[in-house]
T-cell receptor
């Protein structure tokens, strides 16, 4: 079965540079989530998109932005990188159902992650 | 406040022993979802189980079993006859009906010694 695809798998950047991470959800999944996992930490929710609209926002820094495109893939753009941005970035996707204006949460399937190292 | 608590930071067991990983959660929602994910040394997050708040039936899948107790807000995970391949960090997660983000616990690192 097709899984969530993330690219690149590894990325090395210098401080103050920019980075773009890409996520291709499982086919027919309409919701994408981004998480940041620091060394020895649990994944922290950054942001999510449902049907190409931002649906929830977590602890995403102002230097980061994200969007979901018409083909449902998503990109996380990171600018003015700092050493503390070094982490494993996960994308997850799910198929959610909207009922009475609320999104019913389904299982999130995670990609393999992108390991970002900022030097 | 931490919505999901995994009090056990690290656990070591000898192969073939049973081990239970604890998870306690906190939510005001009456509808919510609980999950367990496994993160092996390779780093990916592998989905293990999803349980909604209306289904307190315990589940068994091979050597894995889960005990959901709403009365104590716990969703514990037991591995029977542990194997070296079970060595990983295990995360418990909560998703509330009002939003669709996951709240992860801090994880329990399980080491199975041959």
């Amino acid at each position: 079965a097709a899984g969530v695809i993330q690219s690149p798998r590894h990325l090395i950047k210098e401080k103050r540079e920019t980075a773009t991470l890409k996520c291709y959800p499982i086919p027919r999944h309409d919701t994408v989530y981004w998480y940041q996992q620091g060394p020895g930490q649990d994944p922290q929710f950054l942001i999510s998109f449902y049907e190409k609209m931002q649906s929830d926002k977590g602890s995403i820094p102002d230097r980061f932005s994200a969007q979901q495109f018409s083909d449902y893939h998503s990109e996380l753009n990171m600018s003015s990188l700092e050493l503390g941005d070094s982490a494993l970035y996960f994308c997850a996707s799910s198929l959610n159902v909207e009922t009475s204006g609320r999104i019913s949460t389904d299982t999130q399937y995670f990609g393999p992650g992108t390991r970002l190292t900022v030097l | 406040a931490q919505k999901v608590t995994q009090a056990q930071t690290e656990i070591s067991v000898v192969e073939k022993e049973d081990v239970t990983l604890d998870c306690v959660y906190e939510t005001r929602d009456t509808t919510y979802y609980l999950f367990w994910y496994k993160q092996p040394p390779s780093g990916e997050l592998v989905f293990l189980i999803r349980r909604n708040s209306f289904d307190e039936q315990n589940e068994i899948s091979g050597r894995y079993s889960w005990n959901f107790q709403k009365s104590t807000s716990s969703f514990n995970f037991t591995i029977t006859a542990s194997q070296v391949v079970d060595s990983a960090v295990y995360f418990c997660a909560l998703s509330e009906y009002r939003g669709n983000q996951f709240y992860f616990g801090t994880g329990t690192s399980l080491t199975v010694i041959p």
